[in-house]
């Protein structure tokens, strides 16, 4: 757990997967052999030559509030097009439970963005339904994102098996009258803040935390992997919108380095955090000391 003022921040993790380093377009094995003194074993696996992507939600609790951010792949989910998060079976709600947090008692769901990865969790099998799995959560979700995902929207021209997401993570959140549809740029609560950071997804929203002179910064998918870090131009093969995640990136970076923020990304291995210094023309990545 990290304490930023009178916050507390930790972390639920559902998996960790290996990414090919197919991810990054641009990787090669000279960029490997620059950073892997630093990149393994934690964010780079030497045997099977692989990456990492955690999959993780991240809590945010106030003295007031617990606040969930993203809510991981979920289980029991038909995901055709993302074998990666199909059918899942982990133990997550037991961990959830592990690290203090009750569904029924957390007040706040945000969503960075509406990935199969982010959002899977908003639901559970109740039988043959899916319910929400915070009753009592207001869920902050985008009007961007809602709109680009909806089936009978954005999302029509999509392929029917990527409409699952939507429909077993998302409908069921809108049809509850849980959703709390926001424009991206919104005090939530004294101390809680979105920033829009689109790119990676087209309505994707940061949360900026603070508290006692501290800052936090939850961003989401703007980087996979520190390696962007020093190489900020680097999307993933996920950014959906390329242009915008590097002109994204590269704001989130130099107002990390100016603030001395800590950053929390999605997808980090341990420490899953950091911060980001100027080093020469760039930037180079601190591990947070503090593990969430
Ligand atoms: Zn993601």
């Given at each position: ?11 639920v ?9 197919s ?7 000279e ?14 696996n ?13 809590i ?12 991981s ?9 993302s074998p990666?998060?199909?059918?899942l ?6 961990k959830?439970?592990?690290?203090g ?30 319910v ?9 979700v ?33 049809e509850?009258?849980?959703?709390r549809?926001?424009?991206g ?13 689109p ?33 900020p ?13 590097r ?12 603030t ?21 023309d ?11």
């Amino acid at each position: 757990m990290i304490k930023l003022g009178d916050f507390e921040i930790s972390r639920v993790e559902e998996v960790v997967l290996d990414e090919p380093t197919s991810l990054f377009t641009p990787w090669t094995e000279e960029v490997l052999a620059e950073h892997r003194h630093w990149m393994a074993p934690n964010f780079y696996n030497e045997d099977r030559q692989v990456l990492f992507s955690t999959i993780q939600t991240w809590i945010l609790k106030t003295p007031e509030r617990t606040i969930v951010i993203d809510t991981s792949g979920g289980n029991d989910k038909d995901r055709p097009l993302s074998p990666r998060f199909h059918k899942l079976a982990t133990d997550f709600p037991k961990k959830l439970r592990a690290a203090g947090v009750d569904p029924e008692t957390v007040d706040m769901v945000i969503l960075t963005h509406l990935h199969v990865d982010h959002v899977g969790w908003n639901t559970r099998l109740d039988g043959d339904n899916w319910v929400p799995m915070f009753p009592k959560a207001d869920y902050v979700v985008s009007a961007t994102e809602l709109e680009v995902r909806d089936p009978k929207r954005g999302a029509a021209a999509r392929p029917p098996g990527s409409w699952n997401t939507y429909n077993d993570s998302v409908l069921p959140i809108l049809e509850a009258g849980l959703a709390r549809i926001v424009g991206g740029t919104e005090m939530l609560l004294p101390g809680v803040e979105l920033v829009p950071i689109p790119g990676h997804a087209p309505g994707q929203m940061g949360v900026k935390a603070r508290s006692g002179g501290q800052e936090a910064l939850f961003i989401a998918d703007v980087m996979h992997s520190p390696i962007q870090i020093y190489h900020p131009d680097w999307n993933s093969k996920f950014c959906e919108n390329q242009d915008l995640a590097r002109e994204t990136r590269a704001k989130v970076l130099g107002y990390a380095a100016e603030t001395g923020a800590l950053i929390l990304p999605g997808h980090f291995g341990w420490p899953y955090c950091g911060y980001v210094r100027r080093a020469g023309d760039g930037y180079a990545f601190e591990p947070s000391p503090v593990v969430p």
